[in-house]
Nanobody, 127 residues
């Protein structure tokens, strides 16, 4: 079992930055690939970014590419999502997720591939 807790959300003006953190506990964090998803009001949850267990491979949704950066610190059992040049359309609840994947450089872009989810953190971008 893996427990995930997101933090770092808040209210920011358009063009600003936020860094989300996802603290993991319960199992060996470095055995898990991580992902970030988001859900805006009235919309389905969507993929944002993913990273392999080592951090060597990353993948981004087109809507955030060049603005967001996913990273991880395995020694701290934490994954991050650095969000720059935020836009009002980035407003959503952001969730981190984990899937057991201790080999290779796989990342995962679909919700169904993930086994564990955090409770989410709200990000609001004002215009």
């Amino acid at each position: 079992q893996v427990q995930l807790v997101e933090s770092g959300g808040g209210l920011v003006q358009a063009g600003g930055s936020l860094r989300l953190s996802c603290a993991a506990s319960g199992r060996t964090f470095s055995s898990y690939a991580m992902g970030w998803f988001r859900q805006a009001p009235g919309k389905e949850r969507e993929f944002v970014a993913a990273i392999s267990w080592s951090g060597g491979s990353t993948y981004y949704a087109d809507s955030v590419k060049g603005r967001f950066t996913i990273s991880r610190a395995n020694a701290k059992n934490t994954a991050y999502l650095q969000m720059n040049s935020l836009k009002p359309e980035d407003t959503a609840v952001y969730y981190c997720a984990a899937v057991y994947s201790p080999y290779g450089s796989s990342w995962y872009g679909r919700e169904l591939e993930y086994d564990y989810w955090g409770q989410g953190t709200q990000v609001t971008v004002s215009s």
